[in-house]
């Protein structure tokens, strides 16, 4: 009994496990990828855009189509990427309500946004973004977005 009391003793003084501590400098990190790929959009730069997106990444747009079915539609990131370049116009999603959770490799940043093609509103919803940790950083492994043009709120432009 009397050894026991110091391997309690010791126990109680090890840092917890590392999935325990609160990540440091990943939280900054993960929102600093998803403000590069809109700042990115912003500029038409799809250079900038795939170095933040995992090869496999994709976008699921999740939603009723314009029939007013359910439904997901799957798009691969390269395509994604070449929409976005191949624009015509401004493109500014901007965000708001920003929440991101981590833990150890993957992390899930979710938001509201408003979507503006030359400064007209386009559309709103919710993007859901998830993320691993890779040995050259944090990437973007899948985005899913909700989209809707009714009962948005609309924020100021980022200055």
């Given at each position: 009994?009397?050894?026991?009391?110091?391997?309690?003793?010791?126990?109680?003084?090890?840092?917890?496990?590392?999935?325990?501590?609160?990540?440091?400098?990943?939280?900054?990190?993960?929102?600093?990828?998803?403000?590069?790929?809109?700042?990115?959009?912003?500029?038409?730069?799809?250079?900038?855009?795939?170095?933040?997106?995992?090869?496999?990444?994709?976008l699921?747009?999740?939603?009723?189509n314009?029939?007013?079915?359910?439904?997901?539609?799957?798009?691969?990131?390269?395509?994604?990427?070449?929409?976005?370049?191949?624009?015509?116009?401004?493109?500014?999603?901007?965000?708001?309500?920003?929440?991101?959770r981590?833990?150890?490799?993957?992390?899930?940043?979710?938001?509201?946004?408003?979507?503006?093609?030359?400064?007209?509103?386009?559309?709103?919803?919710?993007?859901?973004?998830q993320?691993?940790?890779?040995?050259?950083g944090?990437?973007?492994?899948?985005?899913?977005?909700?989209?809707?043009?009714?009962?948005?709120?609309?924020?100021?432009?980022?200055?």
């Amino acid at each position: 009994m009397k050894h026991i009391f110091p391997i309690i003793a010791l126990i109680v003084t090890l840092p917890p496990p590392a999935f325990a501590q609160e990540p440091r400098g990943d939280v900054a990190a993960v929102q600093q990828v998803v403000m590069e790929l809109f700042d990115a959009m912003r500029t038409g730069d799809t250079a900038a855009m795939g170095a933040l997106f995992h090869s496999s990444a994709r976008l699921m747009r999740v939603g009723r189509n314009r029939a007013g079915e359910y439904g997901v539609t799957v798009t691969p990131i390269e395509r994604f990427i070449a929409m976005v370049g191949g624009a015509n116009a401004y493109l500014d999603e901007r965000i708001w309500d920003v929440e991101i959770r981590i833990d150890e490799d993957l992390a899930t940043v979710w938001t509201k946004y408003a979507f503006f093609a030359n400064e007209e509103f386009s559309h709103c919803g919710v993007d859901a973004f998830q993320l691993a940790r890779l040995s050259d950083g944090w990437k973007i492994i899948q985005i899913s977005d909700t989209q809707r043009r009714d009962g948005c709120e609309i924020p100021p432009a980022r200055d």
